[in-house]
């Protein structure tokens, strides 16, 4: 890791001149899942023809090797940097409305868009009272599950393993604390974790359901983090209401809204999202046929 700190001591600018350089290599030489992010922009853009598609491609795997220069400036970023960097706009409304219901939590959807990991800096910027974490899948290599847990709990904020979210929000509940709690939900679920499909970029996409129904059991306030980068090394995020009501809301609503809310976004400047995920390995139609095959055997 030391090559590494030395690296993240260096200014932005002479890690962007680096990442102008990696990009050669990674887009034009390693050629990197180019395939699959090629397949998936022509499938969720259909309307837009190959030159913009290429444009799109080659704009996200620049951003891509920005994403990972920025990440490794997080090892030395004084906070006083990162808030300078990341404004957030609407977080002190979001809590003040919080308060005046008398809820405990603030639950925070995002996607796999802009630099996340710069946005979990939010949890600097909340009231004392008010407690910041949030949900991650942990990696199986762990010297990289450690780096980015300390990366992303540097700014005070708890990490919590996306198999122990319920667990956690129950022992806050109980403890009569209020959090903020950051959710990352456009992951491909595995097929026991699939249970609503709703359009997105041009496909039936499956997505997690466990914000929604956790912020249902405890009453939460549910927003979105509209993320846009005016610039290099700077991200604007702007949290939008999706619902202070959720009880009240139809089952999936939350969950649609927020994909839609993220398509958009998407939409606007698509090669801020990461598009190396195989966002559809699984799809409804073989969804429908594993329903099937386990109420036979059922």
């Known amino acids: 890791m030391a090559p590494f700190w030395a690296l993240s001591r260096l200014p932005m600018r002479v890690l962007y001149v680096l990442s102008d350089i990696i990009w050669l290599l990674v887009y034009h030489v390693v ?30 795997y620049h951003f891509l090797c920005d994403y990972f220069m920025e990440t490794l400036k997080l090892i030395s970023m004084p906070h006083e940097e990162i808030l300078r960097r990341v404004r957030f706009y609407g977080l002190n409304e979001a809590q003040v409305e919080m308060k005046r219901l008398g ?14 990991e710069w ?26 599950d450690d780096f980015f847990l300390r990366l992303r ?50 496909h039936d996409t499956s997505f ?19 993320v846009t980068r005016p610039c290099r090394g700077r991200y604007d995020c702007h949290i939008e209401p999706i619902s202070t009501n959720p009880k009240d809301m139809p089952d999936f609503d939350i969950t649609d809204r927020y994909a839609r809310l993220l398509e958009e976004q998407i939409r606007e400047e ?25 109420e036979t055997n059922s």
């Not at 992010?37 to 491609?57: A, D, T």
């Not at 809820?103 to 996340?116: E, V």
């Not at 946005?119 to 290599?141: E, F, T, W």
């Open 103 to 116: 809820r405990q939590f603030l639950f925070f959807y995002l996607g796999h868009y802009g630099n996340w």
């Open 208 to 226: 997690f359901i466990g914000t929604e129904k956790i912020g249902k059991q405890v009453d939460a306030c549910i927003y979105y983090v509209r």
């Open 153 to 202: 709990s540097q700014f005070g904020g708890v990490c919590i393993p996306m198999k122990e979210t319920l667990r956690q929000v129950l022992t806050v509940r109980g403890e009569g604390r209020m959090e903020a709690i950051g959710f990352i939900a456009d992951q491909s679920p595995k097929w026991e974790a699939m249970h609503h499909w709703t359009r997105f970029l041009n």
């Open 31 to 60: 050629r990197y899942r180019r395939r699959l992010v090629r397949r998936q922009l022509r499938e969720s853009f259909p309307e837009k023809e190959e030159g913009e598609i290429n444009l799109i491609e080659r704009r996200f």
């Open 270 to 294: 698509p090669e801020l999202w990461l598009w190396t995920h195989n966002r559809w390995k699984r799809t409804k139609e073989e969804w429908l046929k594993h329903q099937e095959k386990k």
């Open 119 to 144: 946005i979990a800096s939010y949890s600097l910027l909340l009231d004392k009272d008010v407690k910041g974490a949030q949900i991650y899948h942990p990696l199986r290599n762990k010297m990289m």
